[in-house]
T-cell receptor, first 110, second 116 residues
Framework: GNSVTQMEGPVTLSEEAFLTINCTYTATGYPSLFWYVQYPGEGLQLLLK?????DKGSNKGFEATYRKETTSFHLEKGSVQVSDSAVYFCALSDDYKLSFGAGTTVTVRA | DVKVTQSSRYLVKRTGEKVFLECVQDMDHENMFWYRQDPGLGLRLIYF???????EKGDIPEGYSVSREKKERFSLILESASTNQTSMYLC???????????????FGQGTRLTVV
C-alpha cells in the first residue's frame, strides 16, 4: 500500500534560517504529492502540490520537487519567518484518498 | 471562499455514549473523508465516501460508522465512545478530479473530542 515517511521533529530554527523537511514515499502507481500546513489552532490547508515527476510546487516561498527516481518530495524554504511556525504534513494520493506522513512541527524563533 | 464546516470545535463525552460528529461542505464535492489526528501518528483515515449513500472503510474504521444521506453532509458516529477515541477529528472533502491521482482536499477546523 501507499505510505509517506517524514523526518521527525520537532525542528527549531532562527528567523531567516534555511528550512528542509525530508519526505519520501512508497506508492504502487503514479501519485500526486502534496504538502499541507497546520498553523496553531487551525485546520490543515494545502501549501503546495505536484502531480508528476520533475514538477516543482511552490507557494509562500516554499518549494518541493517531485523526484521519482528517489521517491522524494522534500520541502524547502530559503529564509523562514516566525509566522512559518506550524506543523507540516507530506501527503500522497494515487486515487481520491490522501495518505499522510506523521507531521513535522517547526518552530521559528525571532 | 470554499468551506468545510464541522459542527463542534470541542466536545466532551462520557464512555459508552453515542457520539455524532457532523461535517458540511459547500463546494459540491463528491468525496468526503473523516480523519483522526494524533501526535506522532499524523492523520489516519477512518472512513470515506465518494457519493451519496456510499461509504468505504479507511485504515482504522473499528468503533466508528458513517452516514451520508446528502451530498454536502458527512457524519461520523462513535457507537459507544471509549477513552481511546479521545482525539482530534478532521473532516475533508474533494472533487472527483479530472485526472487520476490528482485530488486536493479541503479540511474543516477539526473537532477535539475528549471521552471521559
Amino acid at each position: 500500500g501507499n505510505s509517506v515517511t517524514q523526518m521527525e521533529g520537532p525542528v527549531t530554527l532562527s528567523e531567516e534560517a534555511f528550512l528542509t523537511i525530508n519526505c519520501t514515499y512508497t506508492a504502487t502507481g503514479y501519485p500526486s504529492l502534496f504538502w499541507y500546513v497546520q498553523y496553531p489552532g487551525e485546520g490543515l490547508q494545502l501549501l503546495l502540490k505536484a502531480t508528476k515527476a520533475d514538477d516543482k510546487g511552490s507557494n509562500k516561498g516554499f518549494e518541493a520537487t517531485y523526484r521519482k527516481e528517489t521517491t522524494s518530495f522534500h520541502l524547502e524554504k530559503g529564509s523562514v519567518q516566525v509566522s512559518d511556525s506550524a506543523v507540516y504534513f507530506c501527503a500522497l494520493s494515487d486515487d481520491y484518498k490522501l495518505s499522510f506522513g506523521a507531521g513535522t512541527t517547526v518552530t521559528v524563533r525571532a | 471562499d470554499v468551506k468545510v464546516t464541522q459542527s463542534s470545535r470541542y466536545l466532551v463525552k462520557r464512555t459508552g455514549e453515542k457520539v455524532f460528529l457532523e461535517c458540511v461542505q459547500d463546494m459540491d464535492h463528491e468525496n468526503m473523508f473523516w480523519y483522526r489526528q494524533d501526535p506522532g501518528l499524523g492523520l489516519r483515515l477512518i472512513y470515506f465516501s465518494y457519493d451519496v449513500k456510499m461509504k468505504e472503510k479507511g485504515d482504522i474504521p473499528e468503533g466508528y460508522s458513517v452516514s451520508r444521506e446528502k451530498k454536502e453532509r458527512f457524519s461520523l458516529i462513535l457507537e459507544s465512545a471509549s477513552t481511546n477515541q479521545t482525539s482530534m477529528y478532521l473532516c475533508a472533502s474533494s472533487s472527483a478530479g479530472t485526472q487520476i491521482g490528482y485530488t486536493e482536499a479541503f479540511f474543516g477546523q477539526g473537532t477535539r473530542l475528549t471521552v471521559v
